[in-house]
């Protein structure tokens, strides 16, 4: 089934409130006319009793019926009416009954009681209400009561009501269609800015990501929107530009190897050459491939850190022991460039402990790299209330400020002097990163003062302290 447009709906959703809202206040004043009119026509009735009794008090009932029997045609007014004057059980004296309307057998309230509307008795003849009532007045002929018994069909006052239902009806069904049109217009108008708001959107493609929205002209409704639209082409962009660049820094690492390889190779395959420079040969393709094997394993493996159902086996480590099992691995290429470990701490950290021995050896190789020879490179533990960090200090040169923020992206380098082509691949890093947002951890680099500095902040895992054994 087709969605209506939202226009639609909200003219749709109008039209149905004004309707409902109408249709009550229809309702009610149509019911509060006809209550008027029936207090108005039962006092009319009363108040016509009343007016004979008045009438017959002082008269001779006889003489008045042979000499006046107009007097009581006019006194009805219309031929909907019904009057009878009889004495009790006797024939009818007058019985004035244009409309033909039966005549009630009803019981009359006494001569000295007073008539309200209660005495007014209501039926219905077919669909149309007849009302009537009866009552006695005193007469100065025998037997001195005298029946009055009138009632009126009240035909005029239901085709009031039918007609004032009719006009109910069609200023409900008009007012609904004219607030159809006119919400479908206003709603149209009032969401101009949205229509807007996708022709920009529509606008930014790859190509022209450094296109924002305008939201100057923006409704309110609409800024939190276009200021959350704006952030996500922030992050689009700077992902789109960081893909880009570790694109070319991948491809230019690639060439590197691939072009030696091909270049040893064709050199070789130029002429015969003795078994002993073939081997030479496929030890030095053997390193530049495990080379290449080496950076494919590590993009994988950024590429799996960046999946959030990534799941890591974590447990409660002891930092002595991962400590020790550093010292052992890194001890000699520390030795070779006249440097010493030194680490410090205790305690146990709540992490996996594949992915934190390489974020520390990645961190400590980097480190033992760039030191200053005959310097001492720290490796420390310390407790915080909320979390632990690991630090990994040398010295050596300041890494400018402006890098510092950028050391963890792939690929990336500060100075082409902080690196060679044969021994990294820029992705180092990149990787402690993507170890670091798998525990849910932070990162980040100092350098001053020629003392550079890595930091891993690990939470506490369920909330267990670094000295619990």
Request: charged share 20%; glycine share 6%.
């Amino acid at each position: 089934m087709r969605r209506l447009s939202l226009t639609a709906d909200l003219a749709i959703i109008l039209a149905l409130l004004t309707l409902t809202v109408m249709t009550a206040v229809g309702l009610i004043m149509y019911r509060t006319l006809e209550r008027q009119l029936i207090v108005r026509d039962d006092g009319a009735l009363i108040t016509r009793v009343d007016q004979i009794r008045t009438l017959l008090h002082d008269e001779d009932v006889l003489d008045l019926i042979h000499n006046k029997p107009q007097l009581f045609a006019n006194m009805l007014g219309n031929t909907e009416s019904l009057l009878v004057l009889r004495f009790p059980g006797k024939t009818p004296l007058i019985e004035v009954n244009p409309g033909h309307s039966p005549v009630p057998d009803i019981a009359a309230v006494p001569a000295d009681g007073k008539l309200s509307l209660a005495a007014v008795h209501h039926r219905l003849e077919g669909d149309i209400p007849f009302i009537y009532t009866a009552a006695q007045a005193e007469t100065t002929r025998p037997p001195y009561r005298l029946e009055i018994i009138t009632g009126r069909l009240m035909m005029e006052r239901t085709h009031m009501l039918a007609s004032y239902r009719r006009q109910i009806f069609a200023v409900v069904a008009g007012a609904s269609l004219l607030t159809m049109l006119l919400a479908g217009l206003v709603a149209r108008r009032g969401l101009l800015p949205l229509h807007r708001l996708a022709a920009q959107t529509g606008r930014i493609g790859s190509k022209n990501l450094s296109i924002r929205i305008d939201s100057e002209d923006a409704p309110p409704e609409l800024k939190a929107l276009i200021d959350a639209f704006n952030l996500m082409l922030d992050r689009l962009e700077l992902s789109f530009t960081q893909l880009s660049q570790v694109s070319a820094d991948m491809a230019h690492d690639l060439r590197t190897p691939i072009a030696t390889l091909m270049g040893q190779t064709e050199v070789a395959l130029s002429r015969p050459r003795p078994a002993e420079q073939y081997t030479q040969l496929l030890g030095s393709n053997f390193e530049e491939l495990g080379r290449l094997s080496k950076m494919i394993e590590n993009m994988l493996f950024l590429a799996r850190a960046e999946q959030a159902g990534h799941a890591i086996d974590r447990a409660w480590l002891d930092i002595s022991d991962e400590f020790a099992t550093l010292n052992d691995y890194f001890d000699g290429p520390a030795q070779e460039r006249d440097l010493r470990l030194a680490f410090s701490g205790d305690g146990q950290i709540y992490a996996d402990p594949q992915l934190l021995r390489r974020a520390l050896a990645n961190l400590l190789a980097n480190a033992i790299q760039y030191a200053d020879a005959g310097t001492t490179v720290t490796i420390s533990a310390e407790r915080r209330a909320e979390d632990i960090v690991l630090s990994v200090g040398n010295r050596g040169p300041d890494i400018a400020t402006e890098h510092l923020e950028r050391l963890f992206e792939r690929f990336y380098r500060a100075e082409a002097s902080r690196t060679t082509a044969t021994q990294a691949s820029g992705l180092g890093l990149a990787i402690v990163r993507g170890i670091m947002t798998l525990h849910q951890g932070g990162w980040r680099a100092i350098s001053a003062a020629g003392q550079t500095c890595f930091q891993l902040t690990f939470p506490h895992g369920g909330r267990r302290r670094l000295d619990d054994k």
